[in-house]
């Protein structure tokens, strides 16, 4: 079911993103509508314009991966240095309470 909802959505987004390119082409190169064929300038500014799209896609996916990335490795460390300080923060504990028995040890035989 959870699969299907996920398809679902990526489906719709595809057509989101498809009807976004096509009316964003269709207003910047569609000169004409008296005749039932692109002109070769529509054309030719319909694909650049496609391309441009994709491109920029593509670019901004890229960089968002990297961002993903990035924000991952600073989470990891940031993850692994308070454990580490969580780590130490026990040991001290544990240290201040053999500590202490010692103490108690020594007074009790004094």
Do not use: P, W
């Amino acid at each position: 079911m959870m699969d299907e909802e996920i398809q679902l959505k990526n489906i719709k987004e595809f057509l989101q993103n498809y009807n976004k390119i096509t009316d964003e082409c269709f207003s910047q190169c569609v000169y004409t509508l008296s005749q039932s064929r692109l002109t070769g300038e529509e054309a030719l500014c319909a694909s650049n314009c496609v391309q441009k799209s994709k491109l920029i896609d593509q670019k901004c996916m890229q960089a968002f991966i990297e961002h993903q990335q990035q924000s991952m490795q600073k989470f990891i460390e940031e993850s692994s240095q308070k454990q580490a300080e969580q780590e130490a923060t026990v040991v001290d504990s544990s240290n201040s309470d053999t500590e202490n028995k010692e103490m108690v040890k020594q007074e009790s035989t004094e």
